[in-house]
Each structure stands twice: as structure tokens, then as C-alpha cells.
């Protein structure tokens, strides 16, 4: 009877995990292909507008910088140290050396680097912090 309680336990404690690393590929798969809005920076006020994103079990803030009509500054958060929250704050860099959203996301760290693109787009819509 013990044998057959550690099987089943065993074979159920497999299944969650399979379940939940299902749960989590899908959930990846949802943000990389999640659709980030182009923003026309001429209606955007000078001012820090914050915006965040959660996505797996991490949440990503930002605070963009917007200086006549340019976004100057984008500092990220996560409140974790990871290669990938490390690797992906390279794509605010390219959002601001190219004044756009339609940039590539950082090989390597796709999701968190999605993740800080949607935040960055949300705080530009959301009203300033200032």
C-alpha cells in the first residue's frame, strides 16, 4: 500500500510540473507576439510618465523621460537581478537612440525585453508623475 502512495504522489508531483511549465511557455509565447503601440511623441507633454508590465511572475516598471517632444531617459526596474532583466534594459536604449517602440528586442532575454517595451508604452499614455 506505501508503494503504491509514493507512485501515485510521484506521478501527480510529474504532472504538475508538467502542467506548470506548459503554463509557462504559453505564457511566453503570449507576450512575445503581444502587440506594442506605436506612440506620436509630439503629443506627449514634456514630463516622467511611469508605466509597468507584468508578465511571468515578475513586474516590470519604467520611467520615461520626455523632453520636447524626445524621449530622454528611460530608467527600468524589476526589483530582481537576473542576466535577462540586465541583458533586455539594452532595448530602452534603442527606443531612445531611435525615438520609437518598432525597435528589436535583445536576443536572449525576447520576454523581458517585450515586457519593458509594453511598460514603456503604457507610461507614455498614462498621465506624468510631475
Same mark, same amino acid.
Given at each position: 500500500?506505501? !508503494? ?11 504532472? +504538475? $510540473? ?6 509557462? *511557455?504559453?505564457? =511566453? !509565447?503570449?507576450? @512575445?507576439? @503581444? ?9 506627449? /507633454? ?6 509597468? %508590465?507584468?508578465?511571468? =511572475? ?5 520611467? *520615461?523621460?520626455?523632453?520636447?517632444? #524626445? $524621449? *530622454?531617459?528611460?530608467? *527600468?526596474?524589476?526589483? #530582481? ?5 540586465? #541583458?533586455?534594459? %539594452?532595448? =530602452?536604449? #534603442?527606443?531612445? %537612440? ?10 536572449? +532575454?525576447?520576454?523581458?525585453?517585450? =515586457?519593458?517595451?509594453?511598460?514603456? %508604452?503604457?507610461?507614455? !499614455?498614462? /498621465?506624468?508623475?510631475?
Amino acid at each position: 500500500m506505501m !508503494k503504491k502512495t509514493i507512485i501515485v504522489t510521484i506521478v501527480v508531483m510529474v504532472l +504538475a $510540473i508538467l502542467i506548470i511549465g506548459a503554463l509557462k *511557455v504559453y505564457e =511566453a !509565447k503570449e507576450i @512575445m507576439n @503581444m502587440q506594442i503601440d506605436e506612440m506620436d511623441l509630439s503629443n506627449v /507633454p514634456d514630463g516622467i510618465y511611469a508605466g509597468e %508590465e507584468k508578465y511571468m =511572475a515578475f513586474v516590470c516598471k519604467v520611467n *520615461v523621460t520626455v523632453k520636447k517632444n #524626445r $524621449i *530622454v531617459d528611460i530608467a *527600468v526596474f524589476e526589483g #530582481r537581478e537576473s542576466e535577462y532583466i540586465e #541583458r533586455a534594459k %539594452e532595448v =530602452a536604449d #534603442r527606443v531612445i %537612440e531611435n525615438q520609437s517602440l518598432e525597435v528589436d528586442t535583445v536576443t536572449g +532575454a525576447t520576454v523581458t525585453s517585450k =515586457a519593458i517595451l509594453k511598460a514603456i %508604452e503604457k507610461a507614455l !499614455k498614462s /498621465p506624468r508623475l510631475d
